[in-house]
T-cell receptor
Framework: RKEVEQDPGPFNVPEGATVAFNCTYS??????FFWYRQDCRKEPKLLMS???SGNEDGRFTAQLNRASQYISLLIRDSKLSDSATYLC??????????FGTGTRLQVFP | DAGVIQSPRHEVTEMGQEVTLRCKPI?????LFWYRQTMMRGLELLIY????????DSGMPEDRFSAKMPNASFSTLKIQPSEPRDSAVYFC?????????????FGPGTRLTVT
């Protein structure tokens, strides 16, 4: 079983829709959580951190559920430019980032 | 700052040949990471350095892979001999260390094809 699991998608949604991705992690000792975004044929970039209390950045909301060991990302009012792969990232007690395989989002007009 | 620089951007080589990938991290960053990305396995950490010292190479697939960081501004990942299953995108990333170590800055990647 992978340490970080994501539904690969693709999620195909119309502009303006709300879409949510989940990610589960297996190591209960995981300490920090993030979402990265990767555009097609580009490098990954940090999107946002995920805190137990929730974290909102404009149209994006990230949540952490430690008891169930999952992380979520909610995108409201989807834009065409949101089309990308979203990577769930977990850190244990080292400097290593553990990446999920990503969830692909395609927003259509 | 120019960001993380990788070369070459594309590499096509024949099985059995030696391949060397290069990376220049962001100046002042203490950490350097090498990743490999494929459709099947996603983004995998191969090795990482802290202050030019290899800390964890448990992700290096086998002895055919080696990585060096002779100074703070340069690192190489070498595959010798290369095999078709090594075909992937190889990313180098750097991070400042400390409390902000979770934000890794990736280079544009090297797309390797081994025929």
């Amino acid at each position: 079983r992978k340490e970080v699991e994501q539904d690969p998608g693709p999620f195909n949604v119309p502009e303006g829709a709300t879409v949510a991705f989940n990610c589960t992690y297996s190591n209960s000792a995981s300490q920090s959580f993030f979402w990265y975004r990767q555009d097609c044929r580009k490098e990954p970039k940090l999107l946002m951190s995920v805190y137990s209390s929730g974290n909102e950045d404009g149209r994006f909301t990230a949540q952490l559920n430690r008891a169930s060991q999952y992380i979520s990302l909610l995108i409201r009012d989807s834009k065409l430019s949101d089309s990308a792969t979203y990577l769930c990232v977990v850190i244990h007690n080292t400097d290593k980032l553990i990446f999920g395989t990503g969830t692909r989002l395609q927003v259509f007009p | 700052d120019a960001g993380v620089i990788q070369s070459p951007r594309h590499e096509v080589t024949e099985m059995g040949q030696e391949v060397t990938l290069r990376c220049k991290p962001i100046s002042g960053h203490d950490y350097l990471f090498w990743y490999r990305q494929t459709m099947m396995r996603g983004l995998e950490l191969l090795i990482y350095f802290n202050n030019n010292v290899p800390i964890d190479d448990s992700g290096m697939p086998e002895d055919r892979f080696s990585a060096k960081m002779p100074n703070a501004s340069f690192s190489t990942l070498k595959i010798q001999p290369s095999e078709p299953r090594d075909s992937a995108v190889y990313f180098c990333a750097s991070s400042p260390g400390g409390q902000e170590n979770y934000e890794q800055y990736f280079g544009p990647g090297t797309r390797l094809t081994v025929t």
